[in-house]
């Protein structure tokens, strides 16, 4: 495959739109584009196995994507995970994300930590439009967290991130993006009490993370300008026991670009006037700073509010677990098809030991044509705890 239809096809998932949506009426089809879009991609198989959420779920290796914040209330020392999602295997075999994340509890009175994760998003192999070159593109980014509970109740955590995006050829190539970098911060927190409902004691959290704060990504050095994709993400979680040993929890995430929508010209008026000023619109979108389209976002929609709904994405999934040895997980996530039509349930299971747990999911897509049908996803985590029972203090 070459790079154009490569980037093509790749960009326009990642980006929240399935291909299936190309049947939508054009005059309503309006998702929000962004750079760096492979930032969106839940990494490990927990999230993904509940439709893609966790801004409120039990916090493990992997919070640094969900909410940082929950690592102030991890229940082990320290845990590291490593992922694997083969992307896109129904079309194309050799693109994929790895991603490595960790934490470790700071001090002895058990209130901060610290994290940190690298991810990497590989598109395979790629050949020029004339055949006489390969390259490997890929975006990958590094970052560190800082988390602290406030109260016995409430944490918030903040991440730093350096991004780099290389997805072209290089100068040399014609309308090939050559690579880009930028930096962004999340910051987040989380809620967590424990009502008596009856006899048992159950769990009831809440979660938000406002992520990918910082600069726009330059491709094509400057000339091509990208905002990242800031999002913001809200959710909830409830568990409760079913018996010894037995507990379930149910989880609600709704997420929202903080990216303002590209103008487009079927929403100006036909003629010469019409463009002029679809022209300017589209000139101030390119120029507007990531800071004030933040602020755009929640008001710049043709559609007005009833469109500015569909631009909120919602997953729901719940997890049984047997002694926190033995998980079974399920959701279902929902995109307005207007805004990219990406809809798909999710199963998976994990298995736990002292050391290692084993985490995997299985993405079914709603649309037979959707190419995120049958996305595999696996987690390896090692717990600090574990390993440190295993050779002594």
């Excluded at 955590?157 to 309308?175: H, K, M, Q």
């Amino acid at each position: 495959m070459n790079i154009a239809a490569k980037m093509l096809l790749v960009c326009t998932v990642c980006a929240g739109t399935a291909i299936s949506s190309s049947a939508q009426d054009k005059n309503d089809f309006n998702p929000i584009t962004t750079g760096v879009t492979s930032l969106g991609i839940a990494p490990d198989a927990r999230g993904a196995s509940m439709g893609d959420l966790g801004a409120a779920t039990d916090p493990d290796a992997n919070s640094q994507f969900w909410n940082p914040s929950k690592y102030a209330f991890a229940y082990s020392q320290g845990a590291v995970s490593l992922s694997y999602t083969p992307w896109l295997r129904k079309l194309v075999n050799d693109i994929f994300l790895a991603n490595l994340s960790g934490y470790w509890k700071l001090g002895s009175d058990d209130n901060q930590a610290i994290s940190a994760s690298l991810r990497y998003f590989s598109l395979g192999e790629v050949v020029s439009s004339n055949s006489d070159r390969t390259i490997n593109p890929y975006e990958m980014s590094v970052d560190v967290g800082y988390s602290r509970k406030l109260s016995e109740k409430f944490s918030m955590g903040i991440v730093f991130r350096y991004i780099y995006s290389d997805l072209g050829f290089g100068a040399s190539e014609v309308d090939q993006s050559s690579g880009a970098s930028a930096f962004s911060a999340d910051i987040a927190g989380y809620y967590t009490t424990y009502p008596i409902i009856g006899r048992n004691e159950c769990q009831w959290s809440w979660g938000w993370d406002i992520s990918n704060i910082g600069s726009k990504v330059n491709f094509n050095n400057g000339t091509n300008p990208a905002f990242l994709p800031t999002n913001l993400r809200i959710g909830t979680s409830f568990t409760f026991p079913l018996a010894d040993y037995h507990n379930l929890s149910l989880n609600l995430d709704l997420n929202k670009l903080l990216v303002p929508a590209m103008p487009r010209l079927s929403d100006y008026e036909e003629g010469p006037e019409g463009e002029k000023e679809w022209a300017k619109a589209y000139a101030d979108w390119q120029n507007m700073s990531p800071i004030t389209g933040i602020f755009k976002s929640f008001g710049d929609a043709p559609g007005g509010f009833k469109e500015e709904l569909r631009e909120i994405s919602c997953s729901v999934g719940t997890e049984y677990n047997y002694n926190q040895q033995f998980f079974l997980r399920g959701g279902y996530f929902y995109q307005h098809p207007a805004k990219g039509n990406l809809q798909y349930f999710s199963i998976g299971a994990g298995f736990a030991l002292n050391v290692l747990r084993l985490d995997a999911s299985y993405m079914l897509a709603t649309a037979q044509t959707s190419p995120l049908d049958q996305t595999l996803r696996f987690s390896l985590t090692f717990d600090m705890d574990g390993l440190k029972e295993i050779f002594g203090r």
